[in-house]
């Protein structure tokens, strides 16, 4: 970073690098805390809680709401956790790439290794999945972006790369948080294909096929509040309709579902309601939380129904 401009962002108040003491690095966690204290705080007891930021005296029309109409529990906790979540997103571009390649290898067998060929065919799908979501990609790119990831100097202690590759063993902790990163976004995008599954499976017995797109999102985020409320999935950020629509985006420039152009987008069953009822047979939600019983977080089978998913496709693209 150039002088002038590493002055400039130190003067807005970025943090750019923690120097001193061992205890800085508290300091700086707990100032970063301290400024965002109308949405999360720090207890005396060091455990971080949350502030309620929504009003539940507030009386909202179910008539007016593009989405479903959530519970004021669910309201209180996923207001100030997609709020500070915004804060994640736009850090996201610079940790995707590692973040991706990690989470694919945790989902393979231990101590397995993948040709670096086999492993940019599961990253360029991955990456083709979350194309209209969040992370700004340039198609061109993809292999260049994977090479340049598992051949980052940064990186030569998460991967174990020759000609094929693996998980390192040292950083096993920042395995699991690259990997998490993704986890609300898999598992909204779960949700959205467990609930296509279901609408394709009601194809099958009424015509015509009872889902228009407004239905699906709505459908979908019901069925997250559903989980979260019973410690399913885990994040809030799952709850979110921008999340489903390019999850919905993806799958049709994928080729795994069409829209007919209508009064409102209906799904079409011209050409993929077999393709997408055989993809999506796969899915599953068991164990999405990736929470053991010992309360540790395991973050592996979370998105192992997801991956299976993904291997089905890539199987049929080789």
């Given at each position: 970073?150039?002088?002038g401009?590493?002055?400039v962002?130190e003067?807005?108040g970025?943090?750019l690098d923690i120097?001193?003491e061992p205890g800085?690095?508290?300091?700086?966690?707990?100032?970063a805390i301290?400024i965002h204290k109308s949405?999360?705080?720090?207890?005396?007891?060091?455990h971080l809680?949350?502030?309620?930021?929504h009003?539940?005296h507030?009386?909202?029309?179910?008539?007016?709401?593009?989405?479903?109409?959530l519970s004021h529990?669910t309201?209180d906790?996923?207001?100030?956790?997609v709020m500070?979540q915004?804060?994640?997103n736009?850090?996201l571009?610079?940790?995707i790439?590692?973040?991706?390649v990690?989470?694919?290898l945790?989902?393979?067998?231990?101590?397995y290794?993948?040709?670096q060929?086999d492993?940019?065919?599961?990253?360029?799908f991955v990456?083709?999945l979350f194309?209209?979501?969040?992370?700004s990609?340039y198609g061109?790119?993809a292999?260049k972006?994977c090479h340049?990831t598992v051949g980052?100097?940064?990186c030569?202690?998460?991967?174990?790369?020759m000609?094929?590759l693996k998980?390192?063993k040292s950083?096993?902790?920042?395995q699991?948080l690259?990997?998490?990163?993704?986890?609300?976004?898999?598992?909204?995008?779960?949700c959205?294909?467990?609930?296509?599954?279901?609408?394709?499976?009601?194809f099958?017995?009424l015509h015509p096929?009872?889902g228009r797109?407004?239905?699906?999102?709505?459908?979908?985020q019901?069925?997250?509040?559903e989980?979260?409320?019973?410690s399913?999935?885990?994040?809030?950020?799952?709850?979110s309709?921008?999340?489903y629509?390019?999850?919905l985006?993806?799958?049709?420039?994928?080729d795994?579902?069409?829209?007919?152009?209508?009064?409102?987008?209906?799904?079409?069953?011209?050409l993929?309601?077999?393709?997408?009822?055989?993809?999506?047979?796969?899915?599953e939600?068991?164990?999405?939380s990736?929470?053991?019983?010992?309360g540790?977080?395991?973050f592996?089978?979370?998105i192992?129904?997801?991956?299976?998913?993904?291997?089905e496709?890539?199987?049929k693209s080789?």
């Amino acid at each position: 970073m150039c002088p002038g401009f590493k002055s400039v962002m130190e003067e807005l108040g970025a943090l750019l690098d923690i120097k001193g003491e061992p205890g800085s690095v508290d300091t700086a966690v707990k100032e970063a805390i301290a400024i965002h204290k109308s949405l999360v705080i720090l207890t005396p007891t060091n455990h971080l809680k949350l502030i309620k930021v929504h009003n539940s005296h507030r009386v909202i029309d179910p008539a007016k709401l593009k989405g479903h109409s959530l519970s004021h529990q669910t309201m209180d906790v996923a207001v100030p956790m997609v709020m500070l979540q915004h804060y994640v997103n736009p850090c996201l571009p610079y940790l995707i790439g590692p973040a991706m390649v990690t989470l694919i290898l945790r989902h393979l067998d231990e101590g397995y290794l993948v040709l670096q060929h086999d492993l940019f065919k599961k990253f360029n799908f991955v990456r083709a999945l979350f194309y209209h979501f969040e992370f700004s990609f340039y198609g061109p790119w993809a292999e260049k972006a994977c090479h340049q990831t598992v051949g980052s100097p940064k990186c030569n202690r998460l991967y174990q790369v020759m000609v094929d590759l693996k998980l390192g063993k040292s950083q096993e902790k920042l395995q699991i948080l690259l990997s998490n990163l993704l986890k609300p976004f898999l598992q909204g995008y779960l949700c959205i294909c467990q609930v296509l599954k279901t609408v394709i499976a009601e194809f099958m017995r009424l015509h015509p096929l009872p889902g228009r797109r407004g239905n699906l999102l709505k459908a979908t985020q019901k069925e997250v509040e559903e989980l979260l409320m019973s410690s399913v999935i885990t994040h809030p950020y799952s709850l979110s309709l921008d999340m489903y629509s390019a999850a919905l985006q993806s799958l049709s420039h994928m080729d795994f579902l069409n829209f007919k152009q209508e009064e409102e987008e209906r799904i079409s069953h011209i050409l993929q309601i077999r393709k997408i009822l055989k993809k999506f047979g796969k899915l599953e939600l068991k164990n999405i939380s990736g929470m053991s019983r010992t309360g540790e977080v395991d973050f592996a089978p979370s998105i192992s129904p997801f991956l299976i998913f993904i291997n089905e496709r890539l199987k049929k693209s080789l």
